[in-house]
């Protein structure tokens, strides 16, 4: 066991060390936010995004231990004439409070589906405070001649934490860890929530069990 939570504590290490995003900072941070903590599995992501000419790069850390999530994002910022800097957002969120695991996966020519192959792309929504996202779009009719200007319509969504990886952009590898993870993830929200459904079981059965002995006292 300990060897195993050594290897897995080892490939984290590996992966952030491997994006060349202030591989010492963030491996610094993680560390600091697991403190003894045993790393079940882990995601790393990177995204970097072109804005004219200025280039911003956001990376999200992802660990699952034995009862939590915790959650890194670490952006670079360049301010104009002084030396970059990292703005940095830290959570640990306990297994027991999220509330939803939502995987969505994306396959190119289902018709050619080969069983194994798996998805090109991997969206990973997890939600635990309630809060949502309005997702708004051009609404549309089912006339495809219609050019009428039908409104707007959308959908919300709820999230705390949205992560997109695929085969394309991230490689083949890094989809087939974001989706064992977030199985993995899913899996432990699943057992963490047991022991809150049964108690919120059992309190409501003592409730009905309370109504009944107190109905009877009425008939007497």
Same mark, same amino acid.
């Given at each position: ?6 290897? #897995? ?5 590996? @992966?952030?060390?491997?994006? =060349?995003?202030? &591989?010492?900072?963030? /491996?610094?941070? %993680? +560390? ?71 995987? #969505? ?5 289902? @018709?050619?589906?080969?069983? =194994?192959?798996? &998805?090109?792309?991997? /969206?990973?929504? %997890? +939600? ?93």
């Amino acid at each position: 066991m300990a060897e195993h939570a050594a290897d #897995s504590r080892a490939a984290l290490d590996a @992966d952030l060390s491997l994006t =060349g995003f202030y &591989p010492h900072l963030v /491996t610094d941070l %993680v +560390a600091e936010e697991l403190a003894e903590a045993t790393v079940v599995s882990h995601l790393v992501q990177m995204e970097t995004h072109v804005d004219r000419a200025e280039v911003h790069r956001h990376l999200t850390v992802l660990v699952l231990t034995s009862h939590d999530l915790v959650i890194l994002h670490v952006d670079d910022q360049d301010p104009e004439g002084g030396t970059g800097r990292a703005n940095v957002s830290a959570e640990t969120v306990s297994l027991a409070r999220v509330d939803s695991v939502v995987i #969505s996966s994306v396959y190119p020519e289902p @018709d050619r589906y080969v069983a =194994g192959s798996g &998805p090109r792309e991997l /969206t990973l929504g %997890v +939600a635990w405070s309630g809060g949502q996202r309005l997702d708004v779009y051009s609404a549309a009719c089912n006339d495809p001649q219609c050019d009428a200007d039908h409104g707007f319509t959308g959908q919300s969504v709820r999230e705390d934490l949205l992560v997109r990886v695929s085969a394309d952009a991230d490689g083949r590898d890094r989809l087939t860890q974001a989706r064992a993870f977030a199985k993995r993830l899913r899996a432990a929200t699943a057992c963490a929530a047991q022991p809150r459904d049964t108690a919120a079981g059992r309190q409501e059965h003592q409730g009905r069990r309370g109504l009944v002995r107190s109905s009877r006292g009425d008939h007497r």
